[in-house]
């Protein structure tokens, strides 16, 4: 049976409480992304269209905090937390209907990857091409997202700097006020949180 992904087109913030220093929501248009890596690292793009890339998210162990979603045992890992199961079956089964992975990996050492692609990182909707996906990784206490072509090589780093770049250099930073509500169109523009300062309450909610 075929997995439909959804996506949703609006999303909604609404600030209840905006942090005392820091905070803001980054928006920036995606055709302006597209415009400017075309323009800055014309091949990469190009292999990146013609080929695809991937986003492997790496699960790391042990989970040592316990009493999370009814799984007591502090050793629970990771990706137990995250799918609230141990068994590796039904992990399996709830990450490709709530994640939409493509493929699903556990490791005897309690780590797991779930594989996202191959993947285009542009898309054209209404008529403009735009950056859907970022090619971007990162690295938590918890877990690390590792991206690369889809033949397992690394996208160069002057690539991925040069998207940092682009998106800092045309960003909008949205200073919240208490009370405020932003509509971004998600098929037009991404959004990051910039760091900031506890309390924060920015509520969100996804338009399917």
Aim: hydrophobic share 40%; proline share 5%; net charge neutral.
């Amino acid at each position: 049976m075929a997995l439909i992904r959804k996506f949703a087109p609006k999303i909604f913030f609404y600030c209840l409480e905006p942090a005392p220093e820091g905070g803001e929501t980054a928006i920036v248009r995606s055709d302006v992304i597209v415009e400017e890596m075309e323009k800055k690292v014309p091949e990469v793009v190009e292999k990146l269209t013609g080929e695809g890339f991937k986003f492997v998210l790496h699960t790391k162990v042990p989970y040592k905090h316990g009493n999370h979603d009814g799984l007591d045992d502090t050793n629970t890992t990771v990706w137990q937390r995250m799918l609230k199961t141990k068994d590796k079956l039904e992990a399996q089964k709830r990450a490709l209907e709530t994640l939409a992975c493509n493929a699903v990996k556990f490791n005897e050492d309690g780590t797991a990857e779930f594989t996202y692609g191959p993947m285009n990182p542009i898309k054209e909707f209404n008529g403009k091409r735009v950056w859907f996906n970022t090619i971007l990784g990162y690295q938590t206490s918890e877990r690390d997202g590792r991206v690369s072509f889809t033949d397992g090589t690394s996208i160069p780093t002057a690539a991925t700097d040069t998207y940092s770049a682009v998106l800092e250099a045309n960003c909008v930073d949205i200073k919240w006020l208490k009370g405020d509500v932003l509509l971004v169109d998600n098929l037009a523009l991404q959004h990051a949180r910039r760091a900031g300062k506890p309390p924060r309450s920015v509520l969100v909610s996804l338009c399917i």
